[in-house]
């Protein structure tokens, strides 16, 4: 009993065994500042350009939003929220090149989801000649857009190009695609749905590749077949797939410029106007720095907005497992 009452008594550490703990650690502490250094040393210079090239060009066009400039005066004059009250006036430019970036965006971007998915599926059927078509699909996207609206500019000509041969198969007259207020919106459209269809159908080829074969023999015995395996399993697999292509797709389409220089430079008039060539079109035109500035802005906020909502709503309907 006396035994069970005397202290515990516990083994002391030695004094070499003390310091070998603080020296593992200052080690570990001397390893961790050089990693973090040659961290920083690493991405500096992206970290810079970003900076430089991305960060200070936005915040500066912000600014000049609330000047009034053309080139020619000597430094820009403040004028507060002028510009802007411009801009949405009723009847002014921006409503219509809202108007159509919108049809534009939306057509050329849902266009290529459908037609892309469809190529990916059938490229990933492994049939003859998959190799040539997959290249023949993604070799546009790696031309040019200036090339493309040079391509398309032939391509739509109503005297000798393909859009006269088609129309002529059915008996009618090919419309004037780029010098008339009804079609020339269609026409950048089909342009760059052309160029960026074989890059979405590419994405999506590679992702049903890797989908899981397991999950589709486990829904096969259960009788899945179809539409209904592609609709409740297909489609959820490729939802992480859908949303980048999306939100990379809305930004890219939302920032053409290249194609609508070369078809229809805006026109006739400002039927094929979007909000870049607004932009364009109002500092390097009509020199009104300002103005370019502000709707600059504009355009930023409205793109960043959609892309929140779109985050938002990926949280709820993207699966990504």
Avoid: C
Wanted: proline content about 6%; cysteine-free.
């Amino acid at each position: 009993m006396s035994v069970l009452l005397q202290p515990v008594r516990r083994p002391q550490p030695s004094k070499g065994s003390a310091k070998v703990p603080q020296r593992k650690s200052a080690q570990i502490s001397r390893r961790n500042r050089k990693e973090g250094l040659l961290f920083w040393a690493l991405i500096a210079p992206n970290l810079a350009a970003i900076i430089l090239f991305g960060y200070y060009p936005t915040l500066y066009n912000f600014v000049l939003s609330f000047t009034e400039w053309d080139f020619v005066q000597p430094a820009p004059v403040i004028v507060g929220l002028e510009n802007y009250i411009e801009l949405f006036q009723p009847g002014s430019m921006l409503m219509g090149a809202l108007s159509n970036t919108a049809i534009f965006v939306l057509v050329a971007v849902i266009g290529t989801l459908f037609g892309g998915m469809a190529i990916g599926a059938l490229l990933a059927q492994k049939l003859r000649f998959t190799g040539l078509v997959r290249t023949m699909a993604f070799a546009p996207h790696m031309l040019p857009g200036a090339a493309i609206g040079v391509l398309w500019l032939f391509m739509f000509d109503p005297n000798y190009g393909l859009s006269r041969w088609l129309f002529e198969m059915f008996g009618m007259d090919s419309p004037h695609w780029t010098t008339t207020s009804e079609f020339s919106l269609w026409a950048i459209t089909i342009a760059y749905a052309w160029q960026r269809l074989g890059f979405v159908a590419i994405i999506y080829y590679t992702a049903i590749l890797d989908l899981p074969k397991d999950v589709y023999e486990a829904a096969s015995l259960d009788g899945a077949r179809g539409w209904k395996l592609f609709r409740h399993l297909t489609l959820p697999l490729l939802s992480p797939v859908t949303f980048f292509l999306v939100v990379t797709g809305i930004i890219a389409a939302a920032q053409t410029f290249d194609i609508i220089a070369t078809l229809t430079n805006g026109g006739p008039g400002t039927s094929s106007t979007t909000l870049p060539w607004m932009i364009y079109d109002q500092a390097f035109v009509d020199f009104n720095i300002g103005t370019s500035a502000a709707t600059a802005t504009v355009m930023f906020v409205l793109l960043l907005i959609v892309t929140l909502v779109q985050v938002k709503f990926a949280n709820k309907q993207v699966h990504y497992s």
